[in-house]
Protein backbone atom coordinates (compact mmCIF):
# COMPACT_ATOMS: atom_id res chain seq x y z
CA UNK A 1 0.00 0.00 0.00
CA UNK A 2 1.51 2.85 -1.22
CA UNK A 3 -1.26 5.64 -0.54
CA UNK A 4 -1.92 8.21 1.62
CA UNK A 5 -6.26 7.79 2.20
CA UNK A 6 -8.10 11.18 3.13
CA UNK A 7 -11.46 11.55 4.43
CA UNK A 8 -14.27 12.99 3.22
CA UNK A 9 -12.77 14.47 0.09
CA UNK A 10 -15.19 17.51 0.49
CA UNK A 11 -16.85 18.98 3.33
CA UNK A 12 -19.26 21.58 3.97
CA UNK A 13 -19.25 22.95 7.75
CA UNK A 14 -20.85 26.27 9.72
CA UNK A 15 -19.30 28.37 11.48
CA UNK A 16 -20.33 26.65 15.10
CA UNK A 17 -20.31 22.48 13.80
CA UNK A 18 -17.49 20.52 14.64
CA UNK A 19 -16.26 18.21 12.48
CA UNK A 20 -12.45 16.03 11.58
CA UNK A 21 -10.61 15.65 9.12
CA UNK A 22 -9.02 11.64 8.40
CA UNK A 23 -5.69 10.72 7.21
CA UNK A 24 -4.85 6.77 7.16
CA UNK A 25 -1.67 5.67 5.53
CA UNK A 26 -0.02 2.02 5.96
CA UNK A 27 3.55 2.55 4.48
CA UNK A 28 4.77 2.63 7.88
CA UNK A 29 5.75 5.86 7.81
CA UNK A 30 6.70 7.66 10.90
CA UNK A 31 5.96 11.48 10.18
CA UNK A 32 2.64 12.56 9.05
CA UNK A 33 1.58 15.77 8.39
CA UNK A 34 -1.09 18.40 8.09
CA UNK A 35 -1.05 21.09 5.48
CA UNK A 36 -3.32 23.57 4.33
CA UNK A 37 -3.75 25.55 0.58
CA UNK A 38 -5.45 27.66 -0.58
CA UNK A 39 -6.12 28.24 -4.08
CA UNK A 40 -3.09 29.50 -6.59
CA UNK A 41 -1.10 29.44 -3.43
CA UNK A 42 1.47 26.46 -2.20
CA UNK A 43 1.00 24.20 0.87
CA UNK A 44 1.48 25.78 3.99
CA UNK A 45 2.34 23.76 7.15
CA UNK A 46 0.11 23.54 10.18
CA UNK A 47 1.46 20.05 12.04
CA UNK A 48 3.85 17.65 12.25
CA UNK A 49 3.57 14.40 13.81
CA UNK A 50 6.75 12.65 14.73
CA UNK A 51 6.67 8.96 16.29
CA UNK A 52 2.85 10.32 17.10
CA UNK A 53 4.57 12.93 19.07
CA UNK A 54 3.26 16.59 18.10
CA UNK A 55 7.00 17.99 16.75
CA UNK A 56 5.84 21.40 15.09
CA UNK A 57 2.42 23.70 15.29
CA UNK A 58 3.32 26.81 13.29
CA UNK A 59 1.28 28.90 15.57
CA UNK A 60 -2.17 27.47 14.09
CA UNK A 61 -5.27 28.76 15.64
CA UNK A 62 -6.63 26.58 18.68
CA UNK A 63 -9.94 25.92 16.50
CA UNK A 64 -8.23 23.89 14.29
CA UNK A 65 -6.53 20.39 16.74
CA UNK A 66 -4.53 18.07 15.80
CA UNK A 67 -4.66 14.09 16.99
CA UNK A 68 -2.19 11.17 16.14
CA UNK A 69 -4.34 7.91 17.34
CA UNK A 70 -1.68 5.54 16.09
CA UNK A 71 1.15 5.36 13.49
CA UNK A 72 -0.86 4.91 11.01
CA UNK A 73 -3.90 7.47 11.92
CA UNK A 74 -3.77 11.35 11.59
CA UNK A 75 -7.08 12.99 12.41
CA UNK A 76 -7.49 17.19 12.59
CA UNK A 77 -10.85 18.51 14.63
CA UNK A 78 -12.21 21.37 13.48
CA UNK A 79 -14.37 23.54 15.66
CA UNK A 80 -15.69 27.41 15.46
CA UNK A 81 -14.08 27.92 11.85
CA UNK A 82 -14.32 30.93 9.83
CA UNK A 83 -14.76 31.06 6.39
CA UNK A 84 -11.28 31.96 5.57
CA UNK A 85 -10.55 29.07 6.47
CA UNK A 86 -11.99 27.34 3.34
CA UNK A 87 -9.18 25.53 1.78
CA UNK A 88 -7.69 21.90 1.18
CA UNK A 89 -6.47 20.72 3.39
CA UNK A 90 -3.79 18.02 2.66
CA UNK A 91 -2.37 15.19 4.82
CA UNK A 92 0.96 13.73 3.64
CA UNK A 93 3.58 11.24 5.01
CA UNK A 94 7.18 10.48 4.59
CA UNK A 95 9.99 8.68 6.39
CA UNK A 96 12.18 10.75 9.16
CA UNK A 97 15.44 12.04 7.14
CA UNK A 98 14.46 13.75 4.37
CA UNK A 99 12.30 12.06 2.25
CA UNK A 100 10.10 13.15 -0.02
CA UNK A 101 6.33 13.70 1.14
CA UNK A 102 3.78 11.02 0.07
CA UNK A 103 0.27 13.44 -0.53
CA UNK A 104 -3.39 11.67 0.15
CA UNK A 105 -5.89 13.41 -2.55
CA UNK A 106 -7.00 16.27 0.52
CA UNK A 107 -10.32 17.79 2.10
CA UNK A 108 -11.47 20.30 0.34
CA UNK A 109 -13.20 22.26 3.02
CA UNK A 110 -16.05 25.04 2.83
CA UNK A 111 -17.02 27.27 5.80
CA UNK A 112 -20.19 28.64 5.35
CA UNK B 1 13.61 31.15 8.28
CA UNK B 2 13.72 30.26 4.45
CA UNK B 3 12.84 31.96 1.65
CA UNK B 4 12.74 30.09 -1.37
CA UNK B 5 11.94 31.54 -5.34
CA UNK B 6 10.94 29.98 -8.30
CA UNK B 7 9.38 31.80 -11.74
CA UNK B 8 5.43 32.15 -11.96
CA UNK B 9 4.98 31.21 -15.48
CA UNK B 10 6.67 29.61 -18.01
CA UNK B 11 4.86 28.33 -21.24
CA UNK B 12 6.95 25.97 -23.78
CA UNK B 13 5.99 23.95 -26.92
CA UNK B 14 5.65 19.88 -27.02
CA UNK B 15 8.45 18.34 -27.76
CA UNK B 16 10.61 21.15 -26.32
CA UNK B 17 13.07 21.04 -23.48
CA UNK B 18 12.45 23.21 -20.32
CA UNK B 19 13.85 24.14 -17.11
CA UNK B 20 12.22 25.11 -13.58
CA UNK B 21 14.70 27.31 -11.59
CA UNK B 22 14.73 27.59 -7.87
CA UNK B 23 17.00 29.76 -5.22
CA UNK B 24 16.59 28.92 -1.37
CA UNK B 25 18.01 30.61 1.61
CA UNK B 26 17.52 28.43 4.63
CA UNK B 27 19.41 26.79 7.87
CA UNK B 28 19.90 23.53 8.75
CA UNK B 29 19.31 22.35 5.13
CA UNK B 30 18.59 18.75 4.36
CA UNK B 31 17.48 18.37 1.33
CA UNK B 32 15.50 20.05 -1.65
CA UNK B 33 12.07 18.41 -3.27
CA UNK B 34 10.42 18.74 -6.29
CA UNK B 35 6.71 18.35 -6.55
CA UNK B 36 4.34 18.29 -9.30
CA UNK B 37 0.70 19.71 -8.79
CA UNK B 38 -2.41 19.26 -11.46
CA UNK B 39 -4.94 22.08 -11.13
CA UNK B 40 -7.79 20.59 -7.90
CA UNK B 41 -5.01 17.65 -7.31
CA UNK B 42 -2.45 16.70 -4.32
CA UNK B 43 1.09 17.17 -5.27
CA UNK B 44 3.13 13.91 -6.40
CA UNK B 45 6.69 13.91 -5.29
CA UNK B 46 9.12 14.28 -8.51
CA UNK B 47 12.90 13.97 -7.36
CA UNK B 48 14.92 14.58 -4.27
CA UNK B 49 18.41 16.33 -4.26
CA UNK B 50 20.44 16.40 -0.87
CA UNK B 51 24.33 16.06 -1.74
CA UNK B 52 25.39 18.27 -5.17
CA UNK B 53 24.50 17.01 -8.86
CA UNK B 54 22.24 16.20 -11.21
CA UNK B 55 19.89 13.15 -10.58
CA UNK B 56 17.86 11.91 -13.17
CA UNK B 57 14.79 10.22 -13.36
CA UNK B 58 12.96 9.03 -16.81
CA UNK B 59 12.09 12.78 -18.61
CA UNK B 60 12.85 14.73 -15.07
CA UNK B 61 15.98 15.56 -14.03
CA UNK B 62 16.80 17.80 -11.00
CA UNK B 63 20.12 19.27 -10.24
CA UNK B 64 20.95 20.84 -7.09
CA UNK B 65 24.18 23.07 -6.01
CA UNK B 66 24.00 23.68 -2.31
CA UNK B 67 26.55 26.61 -2.67
CA UNK B 68 25.01 28.60 -4.68
CA UNK B 69 21.43 27.64 -3.08
CA UNK B 70 20.30 26.55 -6.57
CA UNK B 71 18.15 24.19 -7.93
CA UNK B 72 16.84 23.16 -11.16
CA UNK B 73 14.29 20.60 -12.44
CA UNK B 74 14.41 19.93 -16.31
CA UNK B 75 11.55 18.57 -18.39
CA UNK B 76 12.51 16.46 -21.75
CA UNK B 77 10.53 15.62 -24.38
CA UNK B 78 7.35 17.74 -22.96
CA UNK B 79 4.10 16.61 -23.22
CA UNK B 80 0.89 18.16 -22.94
CA UNK B 81 -0.22 16.39 -19.74
CA UNK B 82 3.11 18.11 -18.59
CA UNK B 83 1.03 21.11 -18.24
CA UNK B 84 0.99 21.69 -14.27
CA UNK B 85 2.34 23.46 -11.22
CA UNK B 86 5.98 22.75 -10.35
CA UNK B 87 6.70 23.15 -6.52
CA UNK B 88 10.51 23.36 -5.20
CA UNK B 89 10.42 22.60 -1.38
CA UNK B 90 13.35 23.04 0.70
CA UNK B 91 13.37 20.70 4.20
CA UNK B 92 15.60 21.68 6.74
CA UNK B 93 16.99 19.36 9.94
CA UNK B 94 13.95 20.13 12.18
CA UNK B 95 11.62 17.12 12.02
CA UNK B 96 11.63 16.91 7.85
CA UNK B 97 9.46 20.10 7.85
CA UNK B 98 9.47 21.32 4.42
CA UNK B 99 9.12 24.74 2.98
CA UNK B 100 7.17 25.20 -0.43
CA UNK B 101 8.27 27.95 -2.82
CA UNK B 102 4.85 29.34 -4.51
CA UNK B 103 5.33 27.27 -7.38
CA UNK B 104 5.97 27.65 -11.29
CA UNK B 105 2.92 27.46 -13.80
CA UNK B 106 4.29 25.29 -16.66
CA UNK B 107 1.84 25.99 -19.71
CA UNK B 108 2.81 23.41 -22.55
CA UNK B 109 1.32 24.49 -25.99
CA UNK B 110 1.33 21.93 -29.19
Not at chain 1, 76 to 82: E, I, R, S
Not at chain 2, 61 to 83: I, T
Request: with cysteine; proline share 5%; hydrophobic share 30%.
Amino acid sequence: DTEVTQTPKHLVMGMTNKKSLKCEQHMGHRAMYWYKQKAKKPPELMFVYSYEKLSINESVPSRFSPECPNSSLLNLHLHALQPEDSALYLCASSQLGGNGYTFGSGTRLTVV
Amino acid sequence: GQNIDQPTEMTATEGAIVQINCTYQTSGFNGLFWYQQHAGEAPTFLSYNVLDGLEEKGRFSSFLSRSKGYSYLLLKELQMKDSASYLCAVTNTNAGKSTFGDGTTLTVKP
